[in-house]
């Protein structure tokens, strides 16, 4: 079984991290590790997802607008540090930018130098 690990913020890509999920567990042979599924665990959540990354076959990440979680002792986002450790390990990356039109909502709007991270994130992205 192949363990396809899927990446984002979560907050403004709901809906389409189920989507996700289904298409991904509908292929034979695959299996999607997603943090709805992670349950509780005796890891350090940066360790643990670095741990997931570096065990799947092939990583999807979906890159919006919110830049999310950040990983305090780093300054970047679990989503990006996710990303880095594929990229690292030279995984397989099927990556997908959500458009510029996108909504998103007021509550979730971050600070301008948090949306710079996320610019830059989705520009290394694509």
Same mark, same amino acid.
């Given at each position: 079984?192949? @363990?396809?690990?899927?990446?984002? &913020?979560?907050? %403004? /890509?709901?809906?389409? =991290?189920? +989507?996700? !999920? +289904?298409?991904?567990?509908?292929?034979?042979?695959?299996?999607?590790?997603?943090?709805?599924? $992670?349950?509780?665990?005796?890891?350090?959540?940066?360790? #643990?997802?670095? @741990? /997931? *990354?570096?065990?799947? %076959? &092939? $990583? &999807?990440?979906?890159?919006?607008?919110? #830049?999310?979680?950040?990983?305090?002792?780093?300054?970047?986002?679990?989503?990006?540090?996710?990303? %880095?450790?594929? *990229?690292?390990?030279? @995984?397989?990356?099927?990556? $997908? /930018?959500?458009?510029?039109?996108?909504?998103?909502?007021?509550?979730? /709007?971050?600070?301008? !130098?948090? =949306?710079?991270?996320?610019? +830059?994130?989705?520009?290394?992205?694509?």
């Amino acid at each position: 079984m192949k @363990k396809v690990f899927l990446s984002s &913020v979560s907050r %403004d /890509l709901e809906e389409c =991290r189920a +989507k996700v !999920e +289904k298409a991904i567990n509908s292929l034979d042979g695959f299996r999607c590790i997603n943090m709805e599924n $992670f349950g509780a665990r005796d890891y350090e959540t940066d360790d #643990y997802c670095t @741990k /997931l *990354v570096t065990e799947c %076959d &092939v $990583f &999807v990440g979906i890159t919006g607008h919110i #830049y999310g979680s950040i990983h305090e002792p780093s300054g970047q986002s679990f989503t990006e540090r996710e990303y %880095d450790v594929a *990229v690292n390990c030279k @995984k397989p990356r099927l990556m $997908f /930018l959500a458009s510029e039109e996108y909504p998103i909502h007021k509550k979730w /709007l971050e600070k301008d !130098e948090i =949306r710079a991270k996320q610019d +830059k994130l989705r520009e290394r992205v694509s």
